[in-house]
């Protein structure tokens, strides 16, 4: 969604036409693309937990992998981009 509102904003579109656009601006096309991001996350969501209650079905320790597995590569993914910390509350600057 966030993709969705930096593509759609007027300003970023007039500052780089060469990156943002990929939403139409035809209003029909425009809902069109919502509707398919919102099913095809929606539809990601699904098939994760569709995942997580298989494995759990099959053992819980294959489920607690998952998730741990998942939850290391976004840190991970996180701390290797560097911003990892840049979303915790610590205070200071």
Do not use: H
């Not at 970023?12 to 060469?18: A, C, I, K, T, V």
């Not at 996350?41 to 320790?61: A, E, F, K, P």
């Not at 290391?72 to 979303?87: A, S």
């Amino acid at each position: 969604v966030i993709s969705y509102d930096w593509d759609t904003d007027p300003e970023l579109r007039e500052q780089g036409p060469d990156f943002y656009g990929y939403v139409p601006s035809n209003p029909r096309q425009r809902s069109l693309v919502f509707v398919t991001m919102v099913l095809f996350g929606g539809g990601m969501l699904m098939i994760r937990s569709l995942t997580i209650v298989l494995l759990g079905l099959l053992d819980m320790s294959w489920a607690l992998a998952y998730i741990g597995l998942d939850l290391g590569l976004y840190l991970g993914m996180k701390m290797f981009n560097g911003d990892f910390w840049y979303w915790v509350p610590l205070g200071g600057n």
